[in-house]
């Protein structure tokens, strides 16, 4: 038995300069593993509570010291002298400390933060890494990156309303490869973006953020930036996008009032991701629909599943219940995790278990608020998932998970395939 010993948590900052939760375990042999918890900006309804302070004086109300608190408090009392290497039993007791649906009366951000310090904590006392305390296999599959370089949205001061363009490296046999590939791609853009006169400062999650023509105009700009590169858009490299539609579904429209001011129907949002989709080498939406627009999903995804990866972010918010329920209804065809969302590693993985089942392909993702914890990228090739969201290639905290993966992949050698193409099979 590998007996929890102590938690500490403390208030440290995150991507944005906001305050967030690191912890600390330390297990009875001595072994000590940390976290540091990701906060979102467009978050799903649903998902499970941060807690914050809302005491003014500090950091304009988003301290965390009453979730810091509570990790050497209440739930080091609940779970000292448990075994670290039973997760499931940790993370429901952990869960029974709170009390609560959502994990507010304790925190999420406090719970996550217990729940993968214990989980790194053990990794250090068995001397292996992350993902293969996660996972023990012979061979492991690296995920295929979704690289975030257009930002709009909640996460840009400009005048595009979807929120995310991302460069997927598919055609490649490394992980490495790919990531260089993406890379350049990123850098032929800055060059595009340079010689249009646009702005090339970076919005949260490192991808450039210029005020644009449309918000069709990110997909040109892509297409040719991949060109530039010299890579063939859909064979080399495809795109994604997160629409982050909640944010702008207002009363049963889709209203695009950070560039045009259009408003959209439904219907008139599923026809625009088709024409995309014949248009461009596009092969991913996600949030294509409001997480309210539960008919928009239904209707659409028999059309358009065949063709996009329909991905559901905040429709899901990694909840095992919710997720059920929206499989049963019929609406998309993935699933975005998000560990904060719901707040437990057991949780987490019970998402990707009930993806599995039901043929649903699962994207571990970062948040726009981060820090240098990597447990994404660990946890990515631990599940398999074979696709990872985790920003552009700059920002230290979106770098930091690229570098760690291909940490993994050099210290695996053969033993590590890269998922490129299989991982979208169903689409290409
Ligand atoms: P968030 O954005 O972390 O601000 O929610 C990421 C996403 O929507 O996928
Ligand atoms: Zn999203």
Redesign the pocket.
């Given at each position: 038995m590998s007996k929890i010993s102590n938690l500490e948590g403390l208030e440290v900052l995150d991507s944005r300069g906001n305050p967030t939760v690191q912890v600390t375990a330390t297990l009875e042999s001595g072994a000590r593993g940390s976290a540091r918890v990701?906060?979102?900006?467009?978050?799903?309804m649903n998902e499970a509570v941060e807690l914050r302070d809302n005491d003014r004086t500090r950091f304009g109300g988003k301290g965390v010291r009453k979730a810091v608190g509570h990790v050497g408090n209440e739930l080091l009392d609940a779970v000292r002298g448990f075994d670290a290497d039973d997760q499931q039993r940790l993370d429901e007791e952990l869960r029974a400390a709170d009390g609560t649906v959502n994990k507010g009366r304790i925190g999420a951000n406090a719970i996550l933060g217990v729940s993968l310090a214990a989980a790194r904590a053990m990794a250090n006392e068995k001397r292996i890494p992350l993902y293969r305390h996660l996972t023990d296999a012979e061979t492991y599959t690296l995920p295929v990156p979704m690289v975030n370089v257009l930002n709009g949205g909640?996460?840009a001061d400009n005048n595009v309303d979807i929120?995310?363009f991302m460069l997927v490296p598919l055609g490649f046999n490394k992980f490495s490869d790919a990531l260089r590939a993406v890379t350049e791609t990123f850098h032929s853009l800055q060059a595009i973006l340079t010689k249009k006169g646009y702005s090339t400062a970076v919005g949260?999650?490192g991808g450039f953020a210029p005020r644009l023509e449309s918000n069709e105009e990110p997909m040109q700009l892509l297409v040719g930036a991949i060109g530039q590169a010299g890579y063939k858009p859909g064979r080399h490299i495809s795109i994604a996008i997160?629409a982050?539609s909640s944010e702008f579904y207002e009363q049963g429209t889709y209203v695009f009032s950070q560039s045009d001011g259009s408003r959209r129907s439904s219907d008139d949002m599923s026809k625009m991701w088709a024409s995309w989709a014949e248009a461009y080498p596009l092969i991913s939406v996600?949030?294509a629909f409001s997480e309210e627009d539960h008919g928009g999903w239904r209707k659409a995804t028999p059309k358009l599943g065949s063709k996009l990866q329909l991905v559901g972010?905040?429709l899901f918010v990694t909840n095992p219940a919710i997720f059920k329920q929206g499989i049963a209804e019929g609406l998309g065809n993935s699933i975005?995790i998000?560990l904060n969302q719901i707040g437990t590693l057991t949780e987490t993985l019970q998402c990707i278990e009930i993806a599995r089942t039901n043929e649903y392909t699962y994207i571990i993702?970062?948040?726009?608020?981060e820090t240098s914890d990597t447990t994404i990228a660990d946890l990515a090739v631990a599940t398999g998932s074979g696709q990872i969201?985790t920003g552009s290639t700059c920002r230290g905290e979106r770098t930091a998970k690229y570098n760690r993966l291909l940490e993994i992949e050099a210290e695996l050698g053969d033993r590590a395939a890269y998922a490129g193409r299989n991982a979208f099979q169903r689409w290409l």
């Open positions: 990701p906060s979102g900006a467009s978050t799903g909640e996460h929120q995310e949260d999650e997160d982050a996600e949030d972010d905040d975005l998000k993702s970062h948040r726009s608020g969201k």
